[in-house]
């Protein structure tokens, strides 16, 4: 089984200042993960993925995610927020071993402010 | 033009009606997966197939069914509508192996 919790619902920042955004998730096998970005009224387009590299992983955008097998989280960052940001994040899982069947978290929802 | 377009991108029909939604992608992938969104539940996984040939029942498939008419095309219907089934609806594309997703625009459908 696996299942993801995002761990705030909305996220509110100013513009320039840092964003952090937390999944923990749990999985039977090694997993793969990604973040997913929705931005309003638009599908879902894939920000960043870890498939058992590099533990810290760069997206589009500006954004990283740094796999921690340890605390099982993959928390997504980055530096300074900008307006274009604001949208719903999404962390998802799928163990290797599943045939692609993502399982998604809740979402974040970011408000950015001027 | 989109890689992955659903048809239609809006709809709303009666309790009972039964009502089909369209997905079709020019990436040449074989797996195709319709997913539902709610609020604050991120997107459930309805139904998935993985060629023409496998159809196979993801998390929430009681009340829907589907169809995969070719390789680029994958239908969900609803047999009976109910208010409950209102929701975004999203169709997705993949190649085989653990890959990205890609998905389409959605479908916003209200049962009334």
Redesign the interface.
Known sequence: AQS?TQLD?HVSVSEGTPVLLRCNYSSSYSP?L?W?VQHPN?????LL?Y?SAATLVKGINGFEAEFKKSETSFHLTKPSAHMSDAAEY?CVV?P?AA????T????TRVLVKP | DAD?TQTPRNRITKTGKRIMLECSQTKGHD?MYWYRQDP??????IY?S?DVKDINK?EISDGYSVSRQAQAKFSLSLESAIPNQTALY?C?T?E??????F????TRLTVL
């Open positions: 993801v619902s793969s990604f997913y638009k599908g879902l387009q894939l993925k498939t999404f799928t290797k045939g692609n069947k993502l998604f978290g809740g979402g | 992955v797996r604050g539940l991120g997107l459930q996984l998935y993985f993801g999203f997705a993949s085989g192996g653990i890959n990205e997703q998905f389409g625009p959605g």
